[in-house]
């Protein structure tokens, strides 16, 4: 399957910064919290009833996407579902986990900034890519959108 230049820019640059690592890591921690028990997910279920938390895949970057939309919209109720799991949790690696989530990563500042910025960027790169992807799509139209898309990078870079 074709991947867009802007999807293998973007992973390369999330595997090679430290705090984009520990970022999308923190995504997927909570995803595995939840998601390898169905006790657990069970939980998560009691708090969050719209958007569902999505695994990252390597290889579809849309997935990125969906999770962190799912947690940044949704990020107090799964912040609430982790503290009743930390009351009801019989695992202790789980409970660590749940607990350095709650105390760390889910109430620091970086993190929560990070949902924002990443949501955003993710967001207006899916775009581009849905478009470039569509059977009808122009050359002129899809070097315009690729344009766009690197005038938004200068912008927010400063």
Same mark, same amino acid.
């Given at each position: ?8 820019? &973007?992973?390369?640059? %999330? $595997?090679? /910064?430290?705090?984009? @690592? ?7 921690? =909570? ?50 579902? &982790?503290?009743?799991? %930390? $009351?009801? /949790?019989?695992?202790? @690696? ?7 989530? =709650? ?56």
């Amino acid at each position: 399957m074709w991947m867009p230049l802007s999807y293998l820019v &973007l992973c390369d640059i %999330a $595997n090679s /910064c430290h705090k984009a @690592k520990t970022f999308f890591g923190t995504c997927q921690t =909570i995803y595995t919290v939840f998601s390898n028990s169905t006790k657990r997910w069970s939980v998560l279920l009691e708090y969050v009833d719209e958007l569902t938390l999505k695994s990252l895949c390597a290889t579809r970057w849309e997935s990125h996407v969906e999770s962190v939309k799912a947690i940044r919209s949704q990020l107090g109720k799964i912040k609430d579902a &982790l503290i009743k799991l %930390a $009351n009801v /949790c019989e695992d202790g @690696k789980v409970c660590r986990d749940v607990e350095s989530l =709650i105390n760390g990563e889910l109430s620091s500042f970086d993190f929560v900034l990070s949902l924002v910025i990443w949501h955003e960027i993710l967001y207006r790169i899916n775009l581009v890519s849905k478009k470039l992807q569509s059977k009808d799509m122009l050359l002129d139209v899809a070097v315009k959108n690729l344009e766009g898309l690197v005038v938004y990078f200068e912008k927010i870079q400063g």
